[in-house]
């Protein structure tokens, strides 16, 4: 099948090489000009496992095109996927400004039958309004073509996009048109060879169920984390009450991992974008607010911790921090609403000095902290701790699992460490020397 993706950022570069890989003719395009020659030689702008393999086989191999001209790929391609940004505007809400105009250029260029497929997340009610800005640009051209649009929400994880996507739990479609329906389904076929993984339902139900997935999984995060503010003030241990409950089926132990709280692309932004929904409609999101609020509290928790434990220690001013991680989470390179480079932030602010350390995120860090003399980067884990008053490591990446703890003990000044992510054992730490300050575990 011949497909088209509007933009090549996260969503529509995994969807477009994942389809190219099994067998469609995929034209990606996007108007930065630099991003699409680099992907054309295979430089890819995000990190994530698998992808830049993939993209460059299946450029080499004919099935992938990249461009910066929508025309050529609309006139082209038989679905047309719309997988631009939707960023918050200042009041929380999603701002489809991208999503609209890629809209009415899409209108000016169909001539035939087309699928507008909205892979982005968008707000309820957004592919109705598509479709009308579609229809005025085609009456104003004079013409009447048919055309469907789609709502198909993706449910990727970043650090292990390639595998949701060629194995997905489901593949939401939205539509009410039944040969669209089947399209679609034909599309879908490779990736549920095994069973039926496609769930039809109508446009403003599929949109829904993107934020509503997102939101309740943002929610079993945010409720561990207030039972692990508890359990630190009654001396249970969060890691054997989370046991105690996940190993209840209804419960489960997915996303009860208590820490500083959720951060990336999705679900700060989708859980504002549906409380803002809500309130547009004349409803209250209580439930809703409060997971947003335990989150952003969660960050100022660690970063409190940190600064009360020097307090006593003649203040955070001036004190050497190492930090381990700086992605919102493993296996992406991606620092939007990173919980570490918040508390990383706060520390900043009140006089602390930061030897930072990631596999992958350091130049995105860069990015967003810019030029800041009390920030240095390290080229591997060892490296920030010479000299460092305290280890703070805030996003789990596998190679923290097992350091070294006699080299880390060495070359710390004081052997403390500040785990945001409960990666090691309090008894098992204290036996080695280090004051352990974790999260929920009396």
């Not at 909205?118 to 009610?125: A, D, I, Q």
Request: with cysteine; aromatic share 8%.
């Amino acid at each position: 099948m011949k497909l088209a993706f509007v933009g090549a950022g996260y969503v529509g570069l995994v969807a477009a090489a994942c389809f190219a890989e099994m067998g469609n003719e995929v034209i990606c395009v996007d108007v930065d000009e630099k991003k699409i020659e680099n992907l054309k030689k295979s430089i890819i702008p995000i990190f994530e496992p698998g992808l830049e393999s993939m993209v460059k086989r299946n450029y080499e191999d004919g099935r992938l095109k990249f461009t910066t001209a929508l025309e050529e790929a609309v006139r082209n391609a038989l679905v047309v996927f719309i997988a631009v940004g939707t960023p918050q505007d200042e009041n929380g809400a999603a701002d489809t400004t991208y999503v609209e105009n890629v809209a009415r250029e899409v209108g000016e260029f169909i001539e035939e039958y087309k699928i507008v497929v909205l892979k982005s997340t968008v707000p309820v009610g957004t592919c109705d309004r598509v479709k009308k800005i579609i229809q005025a640009r085609l009456a104003a051209r004079g013409l009447t073509v048919e055309f469907d649009v789609v709502s198909n929400p993706e449910f990727l994880k970043e650090g292990d996009a390639i595998n949701d996507f060629m194995k997905p739990d489901r593949v939401v479609i939205g539509t009410d048109n039944v040969r669209t329906a089947e399209l679609m389904k034909e599309l879908y076929s490779p990736f549920a060879m095994e069973r039926e993984k496609l769930i039809i339902m109508d446009n403003r139900s599929a949109e829904m169920t993107k934020y509503a997935a997102n939101a309740m999984l943002a929610t079993r995060i945010s409720f561990m984390n207030e039972i692990a503010n508890i359990c630190e003030r009654v001396g249970a241990d969060v890691s054997l009450v989370r046991r105690g409950i996940g190993s209840d089926r209804r419960i489960g132990y997915s996303f009860i991992y208590p820490g500083i709280g959720y951060g990336g692309s999705c679900f700060p932004k989708d859980m504002k974008a549906l409380i803002n929904t809500a309130k547009e409609n004349q409803w209250d999101p209580g439930l809703l607010v409060a997971v947003d609020d335990v989150n952003r509290r969660q960050r100022l928790i660690m970063a409190g911790k940190v600064i009360q434990y020097f307090e006593d220690r003649g203040g955070i001013r001036g004190k050497a921090l190492a930090v381990w991680g700086l992605a919102f989470k493993p296996n992406t390179d991606d620092v939007r609403e990173s919980p570490a480079l918040a508390i990383l932030s706060i520390l900043v602010q009140e006089g602390a000095r930061v030897q930072a350390y990631d596999p992958e995120a350091i130049p995105s860090a860069k990015r967003v902290l810019g030029e800041d003399p009390n920030v240095t980067y390290c080229d591997n884990p060892y490296d920030t701790l010479a000299g460092a008053d305290a280890l703070l490591l805030l996003t789990e990446w596998r190679l923290f699992r097992k350091p070294d703890f006699e080299r880390v003990k060495k070359l710390l000044k004081t052997p403390v460490i500040f785990d945001g992510r409960n990666q090691y054992d309090p008894v098992e730490m204290k036996h080695k020397g280090f004051v352990y300050i974790c999260v929920g575990r009396g």
